[in-house]
């Protein structure tokens, strides 16, 4: 079991360009959430997919970021227009999930920089 | 206001010291995790503990939910228990909602 998988690890980008970030859950886990921290804020929520339906996206700025979940075995964060204040880690989780109560596997995270 | 919050925000132990990491809740939840994470290292997973008492090694997560608080404990600490330690809950069926961490520093 290879764990949760985040690609890029590290990903700069100029002010005003796309950033794409890629998330592959454990295999058989049917719940993958998006986080995000930086020193000021700590840990974020920012979405949530159960079997690739959107479920809750609540923490997610309602500008310029969007995910999508196309197949159970990734899930995409864009952020279009990256700006200095996009830049931080950006943690994929997995988790069984049957209506909330399971433990969540987290990746290594995207560490995005926004010049 | 912050719905977790972790007490002490940081620690000094020398080491074989114990110590005792507290989390509390301003609403109700339906479970609750706690995580270790070293400077610029990934979020491990250390318990999934929605109520009771449940122990790895040298770490005690105790989880009383009605009370809205849990702990964590950790026995004859090491240097390499160094790092943060983050609590987090689970309200039903959403994300995560961290507290701000707790800071361990374990000294030779």
């Known amino acids: 079991n290879a764990g949760v998988i985040q690609t890029p690890r590290h990903k700069v980008t100029g002010k005003g360009q796309e950033a794409t970030l890629w998330c592959e859950p454990i295999s058989g886990h049917s719940a993958v959430f998006w986080y995000r921290q930086t020193i000021v804020q700590g840990l974020e929520f920012l979405t949530y997919?159960?079997?690739?339906?959107?479920?809750?996206d609540s923490g997610m700025p309602k500008e310029r970021f969007s995910a999508q979940m196309p197949n159970q075995s990734h899930s995409t964060l864009k952020i279009q227009s990256t700006q200095p204040q996009d830049s931080a880690v950006y943690l994929c989780a997995s988790s069984l999930d049957r209506w909330g109560g399971y433990e969540q596997y987290f990746g290594p995270g995207t560490r995005l920089t926004v010049l | 206001g912050q719905q977790v919050q972790q007490s002490p925000a940081s620690l000094v132990l020398q080491e074989g010291e114990n110590a005792e990491l507290q989390c509390n809740f301003s609403t109700s939840l339906n479970s609750m995790q706690w995580f270790y994470q070293r400077p610029g290292g990934s979020l491990v997973s250390l318990f999934y503990n929605p109520s009771g008492t449940k122990q790895s090694g040298r770490l005690t997560s105790t989880t009383v939910i009605k009370e809205r608080r849990s702990s964590l404990h950790i026995s004859s600490s090491q240097t390499t228990d160094s790092g943060t330690y983050l609590c987090?809950?689970?309200?039903?069926?959403?994300?995560?909602?961290f507290g701000l961490g707790t800071r361990v520093s374990v000294f030779p």
């Open positions: 997919f159960r079997n690739q339906a959107p479920i809750d």
């Open positions: 987090a809950m689970e309200p039903y069926a959403q994300g995560l909602t």
